[in-house]
């Protein structure tokens, strides 16, 4: 029962380098969420995707780019990595619209931009 | 525009006390959820607890409780007969209409044996 699988789960990259993580969900949930969390900020919603072939900018999107594969899979794309996007990064999915519907999380990826 | 607030940067508490951690919202939405997670030192975020603003009744889920005060904009987690396993950062989150989510900064909890 994998849930959301996010790859990789550490990550070093240099200023300027380019880097895409991957994330896919196998419970058949129609929306899924890219997150960023800094200590003392809690999580904060990058991109997100209410349903395949849609997407939609969250609270921090500079410096990001997204795409929802297809149902199953939403990745997140660095194009010119910073040391300011250094972060723990969660992938979320949630079933539907649903006001009860909670959000399933990844287990992360620690990415560190030196 | 959504707002959580969670006041206590840490909490202290008894191994077998209950412990209550606080969170206030703001919101313009008339229906909205507020949710609970737990993340444990190992980094994953765990569902714990969920409450429509139209429940009548306060959602309970084992040793967890949602205390709401609508009129307040309180939605107080209450973990009863704390145990060692609870020490965790806690984050109260609110979603509306909108499919996101929008998360206070967290509640650090530690249970002393």
């Known amino acids: 029962n994998a849930g959301v699988t996010q790859t990789p789960k550490f990550q070093v990259l240099k200023t300027g380098q380019s880097m895409t993580l991957q994330c896919a969900q196998d419970?058949?949930?129609?929306?899924m969420y890219w997150y960023r969390q800094d200590p003392g900020m809690g999580l904060r919603l990058i991109y997100y995707?209410?349903?395949?072939?849609?997407?939609d900018k969250g609270e921090v999107p500079n410096g990001y780019n997204v795409s929802r594969l297809n149902k199953r899979e939403f990745s997140l794309r660095l194009e010119s990595a910073a040391p300011s996007q250094t972060s723990v990064y969660f992938c979320?999915?949630?079933?539907?619209?649903?006001?009860?519907?909670?959000?399933?999380f990844g287990d992360g990826t620690r990415l560190s931009i030196l | 525009a959504q707002k959580i607030t969670q006041t206590q940067p840490g909490m202290f508490v008894q191994e077998k006390e209950a412990v209550t951690l606080d969170c206030t919202y703001d919101?313009?939405?008339?229906?909205?959820?507020l949710f609970w997670y737990k993340q444990p030192s190992s980094g994953e975020m765990i569902f714990l607890i969920y409450?429509?603003?139209?429940?009548?009744q306060n959602a309970t889920e084992g040793r967890y409780s949602l205390n709401f005060q609508k009129a307040r904009k309180s939605a107080n987690l209450v973990i009863s007969a704390s145990q060692l396993g609870d020490s965790a950062m806690y984050f109260c989150?609110?979603?509306?209409?909108?499919?996101?989510?929008?998360f206070g900064k967290g509640t650090l909890l530690t249970v002393n044996p």
């Open positions: 979320a999915s949630r079933r539907g619209p649903a006001l009860g519907q909670p959000q399933h």
């Open positions: 419970m058949n949930h129609n929306s």
């Open positions: 995707s209410a349903s395949e072939g849609t997407t």
């Open positions: 919101t313009s939405d008339q229906s909205y959820g």
């Open positions: 409450q429509g603003s139209y429940d009548e």
């Open positions: 989150a609110i979603g509306g209409s909108n499919y996101k989510l929008t």
